[in-house]
């Protein structure tokens, strides 16, 4: 959305202690400085005059070329190795106070200010509070930066993937974005984004698959409306907040409306055809995964979001107490749910392959798009399991000759995050973990906490890399990571607590959780290794009892051969599963 280099500067002017940058921005000078100066792009910039101890002489420039440049001067007095501070202010709000008290304000109330700000970051990136041992303190520190990156790169309500190249707003990036920030306990960012996004409803029904400022873009990508009713059910999940659900249940209606007018356009007799039979009761071919923008096809990508997206919209129905509703989009999402298992199995069939095919037409391997399915839409029970083992199976090769140098490719995204919270629900752990080690090997820069949308093989490469930070990945770190530590399972309605801790986060004095949101209130737990070789999770918190229990999906291997439940025996043990039926618990395994 912009080419890449310098920001332009086509003006700068001073005015007191402030110097204006294309008359909008300000850069407020709190300690009183000594002189300023200016110079365009035909003077040759700054750097002569700083290199001859010396500022431009004019205040104030217009440099057409957008290549304007200036300095501040300040006059130190120093004893020998004594060092100086000077204070600068760049508010990207209102500027007015800021400037208003720069006259005023002494070190010390700037040091108090700079504190402030401090503190206020610590209390909202700390919501949720990690204790885990010191080999992984990078999990947390990259968990704290991603929350901060997100709530950076949003431009009002918009929620963005990045604030340069990716200045605008996409439904799918925000849905999972809106994911991270619940799930680490930001409510309103996502209520906003939601009321903004959902003004942007086309007349057809059909969600956007992306905002910026000039408006809606109407390109066809198939997986956003899907998302919208998505990340409404998600925020109601986390909230419980009706209201909000109810002002919004008009745009939830339409947008299933527009899906079964798409759906109904490949149910037709035309695609009963035995040649055309695997596009039958899907959506249209779009292009919402990038990799199909040069060719549009039958992405089950699209799909799995829809699949999902019908089955909340079935929930949100009872919320607001339209039983008619509810019942009229139960039948569509099982129909449309059938025919999409349908697809993937005769796409299987026809093509011989022994994996899940990303789309229909290509039968591609995608395990970064596939994994949706099981993260998302919660298709895991439903789905060719020897196909869903091979999948990740092949993918876990693709890793390890990435990580041994014995690759082709030159590059990847680390879109891959969502790889990881696949394997950890398809009971993967260690091959989890080592996956997610490698994509925190490559981070940019390596002590930056982030990741960009491509990452090349060659760190020095002059590619293209997106935003740097990338935030849409950064929430899948976010979401990655809160799997290990608890998620929900829908097919059963259980909260699945541990199933991604690993045997060295036991190290030290264990693990420890405090203040996570879930579907079920707020859960706290810690996990240590007791002295006589046993487990011991304490859950505490502001939590209802899932419907189908808590489970315990303990890091040391089985098999178990005793369990206590506060205080009492559990019988019917699993070798490695233990179902928690209180609230809170006291567990203590034995091997």
């Not at 700083?50 to 004893?79: C, F, M, N, Q």
């Not at 849409?472 to 829908?490: C, H």
């Not at 699993?574 to 034995?590: E, H, Q, S």
């Amino acid at each position: 959305n912009m080419i890449g280099g310098v920001t332009p500067i086509r003006t700068l002017a001073l005015d007191g202690r402030t110097v204006w940058v294309n008359g909008e921005r300000a850069v407020v000078s709190l300690t009183p400085l000594d002189r300023f100066g200016a110079a365009s792009f035909e003077q040759g910039l700054v750097g002569p005059f700083l290199l001859k101890g010396r500022v431009p002489p004019e205040t104030s420039i217009t440099d057409p070329l957008g290549w304007a440049s200036g300095a501040l001067g300040y006059r130190l007095s120093l004893e020998p190795g004594a060092h100086g501070i000077v204070d600068i202010a760049v508010p990207f709000h209102d500027p007015g106070p800021t400037i208003a008290r720069a006259g005023t304000m002494v070190p010390a109330e700037v040091d108090t200010e700079r504190a402030r700000v401090a503190q206020d970051w610590t209390e909202r990136l700390n919501r949720v509070e990690l204790t885990l041992p010191a080999a992984a303190a990078g999990i947390v520190d990259t968990l704290r930066t991603v929350m901060a990156h997100v709530l950076i790169n949003r431009d009002g309500p918009a929620i963005q993937p990045g604030s340069r190249t990716y200045a605008r707003s996409w439904i799918r990036d925000g849905a999972l974005t809106s994911d991270a920030l619940l799930q680490m306990g930001h409510i309103e960012e996502v209520r906003s984004f939601l009321a903004w996004y959902a003004t942007y409803l086309l007349p057809d029904g059909r969600v956007p698959c992306c905002v910026d400022r000039r408006g809606a873009d109407p390109v066809p990508e198939h997986d956003s409306n899907g998302e919208l009713i998505y990340t409404l059910a998600e925020y109601y999940r986390f909230t419980h907040d009706v209201g909000f659900v109810h002002s919004l249940w008009p745009v939830v209606t339409r947008a299933v409306d527009w899906i079964a007018a798409a759906r109904a356009t490949r149910t037709t007799e035309h695609y009963q055809h035995p040649e055309r039979r695997i596009f039958y009761g899907l959506l249209p071919e779009s292009i919402s995964h990038e990799g199909y923008s040069s060719h549009p096809v039958h992405s089950y990508w699209d799909d799995f979001f829809t699949i999902r997206g019908l089955a909340d919209a079935v929930e949100l129905a009872r919320v607001v107490g339209d039983d008619e509703r509810a019942a009229s989009i139960a039948a569509l999402h099982d129909a449309f749910r059938s025919d999409v298992l349908a697809s993937i199995r005769r796409v299987m069939e026809t093509r011989e392959i022994d994996y899940l095919p990303a789309s229909a037409e290509l039968a591609d391997f995608d395990p970064t798009s596939t994994a949706i399915a099981i993260t998302i839409a919660d298709l895991t029970p439903d789905l060719p399991r020897e196909a869903l083992d091979r999948t990740w199976a092949r993918y876990w090769e693709t890793v390890e000759e990435r990580v041994r140098g014995t690759g082709t490719n030159e590059a990847y995204s680390p879109y891959e995050l969502r790889n990881v919270e696949a394997m950890v629900r398809l009971g993967q752990r260690e091959r989890a973990h080592e996956i997610l080690d490698a994509l925190l090997r490559d981070q940019r820069p390596a002590a930056w906490n982030q990741w960009a949308e491509i990452v090349w093989r060659d760190p020095d490469a002059p590619r293209f890399i997106g935003d740097m930070p990338h935030t849409w990945v950064g929430s899948s770190f976010v979401r990655a990571v809160r799997t290990m530590l608890a998620y929900e399972r829908d097919h059963d309605d259980a909260l699945v607590v541990a199933a991604g801790v690993p045997p060295s986060w036991l190290a030290e004095s264990g693990l420890g959780v405090k203040r996570l949101p879930t579907y079920y209130g707020v859960l706290s737990y810690t996990l240590a290794v007791e002295g006589d070789g046993a487990l011991r999770m304490k859950l505490s918190g502001d939590l209802n009892l899932p419907p189908g229990g808590i489970e315990l999906a303990p890091p040391l291997p089985g098999p178990l051969v005793g369990v206590t439940l506060n205080g009492e025996a559990v019988e019917g043990l699993a070798a490695d599963r233990v179902r928690i039926t209180k609230f809170p618990a006291d567990v203590v395994l034995r091997y």
